[in-house]
């Protein structure tokens, strides 16, 4: 008999009875009242659920944005707060990163100084960056999957999606300024509309320098003890009717709904944490087969491909001051996941991740065979997953290198691939080629301010000669085979020919042929060098692998939908989270120390005299500003001081995070900021994937350290004028 899946999985879904576990969890806010409110009350929360999420009055929620990009506003990078009722917000140093070095020339190198407006005229206008504030979230399954059965060929299930979701989206921006967005839950098996107020002028207010905002840069990134100050301040503007506006000299300060109170109040080992914001990719309910591709083929490959890139980039960024500021927010970007892959397979293996798997999935095995409704079902969903992944895993893998060595090996492959459209103009589009000149100049100006051709000749030789080497020839793009080939092997010899020819590494050779391009120039685009070989891989990719890793990765995911839907059926006693997808959530847990490994236990919380233990000023991230320590050293704490006297810097507690959550707000029981999650312990970043309380961390940044910063430090102590404190 045909059901309609709707009404199945909303019985399924919304969970029934079920113990909820503490610390562990990614919550919608919208059903805490109904699942999670009495867990954290008992936990010490002293509020109510209303108070977190209301769609009819002011509520904490509306303290919390979305950081995006004009065109992309709903994948949210970081998370931001509101602090003042004049629209200023904080969030992380490193979720500014890339605005402070935009900003920043030899002259005035905001990323080593710091920079700090002292009036709001002062504050720099950053393009493309938005805010977003959640309206309301909704349940909309029902609409969402209305006549779709589990007869519903999966092509045709996507297709009524689609639409569904078009017509949902539709109608909740009716009439208003508002944008919508309809997500997946549960692989799939639930959809909720995320409905957004995005404001699109977003100015940097303040940001300490590097030595403190990113004190202990990539040697201490992802891990504990942590001892840096990662913050960075913006303003929200708005109309004259506070309403969402394009950056003008009219806009002013926007009036939020909601600021947070900002406590001095610190914490201790057991206190309440909280925090809210837009993790953004988790998978926690993969199989044993996926684990097991990732951590034994995909992530070794793109670890010993960005080892690599960073070890060359770091030399000469060291070598050159122009080079660390063009390079700075690229080596990070490269730095992050390249570590959290490390500690990911680490935890894992520490967990024994892949044979609690196994063991699951042998109980799901069991009960999907035990009657014959479920038979139908689900019986045979392991087996098949497991041959689909032995077939995916040289795909994957080839796709890997696709897109860490070939695309974004050297920049100039992939800045040339902007050009394609270009390139490809024919006389029917000469109305177009002005338009596409213009856009490509601006992208040009952009492109080579933070480009050095001989770190990218390195980057290219480094990256080919991996591609071809770890990959068989029918993985390969012709053209690396064409070069490997020609050049006996000899990548760096290649690297140096083709781009002393190339346009896309030579500023003044790209800016006269755009300022002189006519259609019959594409001639010149195409067989660039650089363009052939970016071509390659792009034609390669798309005509061989995608196609060939997208079929598959459907099958997978089609079958990782239904056991979802299985495991849920299994245990209707658990009450299940579903993964992160950049939608607002809430977290909670506690305060905490751990134990890292034998004989190896950290508090849970750092100080300034930890920062000074670690100074050292031969080493560009340990180079503490001499005022700091100054500071230090006269104890000139003022009310930031811990009852021990102490300068808090930062704390660890058991809240599960994930990328997105960079610049969260971090609550006490009251409600009030104490601190901005930033990062998360190595030996626990296996969360994404699989959480252990034990082990698994965030790392929050003390507000009393950033109010501390802002007053004592940079003399900016007037933006405290802005804020509720509140001491008791």
Known sequence: MKRKLGLLLMAVVLFVGGQVKADEGMWIPMLLKKYNIEDMQKAGFKLTADDIYDINKACLKDAVIGLGREGRPFRHFCTGELISDKGLIVTNHHCGYGAIQNHSTLENDYLKDGFWAM????????????????????????????????????????????????????AAEKDSHYRASVKPFFNGNQYFLSVYEIFKDVRLVGAPPSAIGKFGGDTDNWMWPRHTGDFSMFRIYADKDNKPASYSNDNVPMQPKQSFKISLKGVDQGDFTMVFGYPGTTTEYLTSHALKMMTEVDNPHKIKIRTKKLDLMRADMDASPLVRIQYSAKYAGVANSWKRWQGEIKGLRRLNAIEKKQELEAQFEKWANS?????????????????????????????????????????????????????????????????????????????????????????????LKMYSDNLEDKYLPKEIITIRDKYKGDFEAYATKAL???????????????????LSMGKKLTKDPIYVLANSIRFFYESEIAPVYGKLNAKTVKLQRNYMAGLMEMQPEKVFYPDAN?????????VSGYKARNAVNYEHYTTLEGIIEKDNPEIF???????????????????????????????????????GNSGSPVLNANGELIGLNFDRAWEGVMSDLMYDAEICRNVSLDIRYVLFIVDKFAGAGYLLDEMNIVKE
């Open 621 to 659: 991230d340990y180079d503490v500003p001499q005022k700091l320590r100054d500071l230090y050293h006269e104890k000139d704490f003022g009310m930031y001081a811990n009852k021990a006297g102490e300068m808090p810097v930062c704390f660890a507690a058991t809240n599960h995070t994930t990328g």
């Open 582 to 590: 950049s939608t607002f959530r809430v977290h909670y847990g506690k």
């Open 119 to 170: 009036n709001q005229k002062e504050e720099l206008v950053n393009e493309g960056i938005t805010a977003s504030f959640l309206i309301r979230m909704d349940d909309v399954t029902a609409q969402v999957l209305d006549s779709i059965t589990d007869e519903t060929k999966e092509a045709d299930r996507e297709k009524m999606i689609r639409k569904h979701i078009k017509k949902i989206v539709e």
């Open 500 to 518: 002393d020819k190339s346009f896309f590494a030579d500023q003044n050779k790209l800016e006269n042929l755009l300022a002189n391009y006519k």
């Open 371 to 463: 009657q014959p409704e479920l038979k139908k079902k689900y019986a045979g969903i392991l087996k098949e997953m497991e041959g689909l992944y032995k077939e995916l895993a040289p795909i994957s893998l080839a796709r890997d290198y696709a897109l860490e060595a070939g695309f974004r090996g050297a920049e100039a492959v992939d800045f040339a691939e902007k050009f394609k459209s270009l390139a490809q103009l024919t006389k029917k589009d000469v109305d177009q080629v002005a338009g596409k000149v213009d856009d490509l100049k601006k992208e040009s100006i952009k492109f080579f301010k933070n480009y050095n051709l001989p770190t990218d000749r390195k980057l290219l030789a480094a990256t």
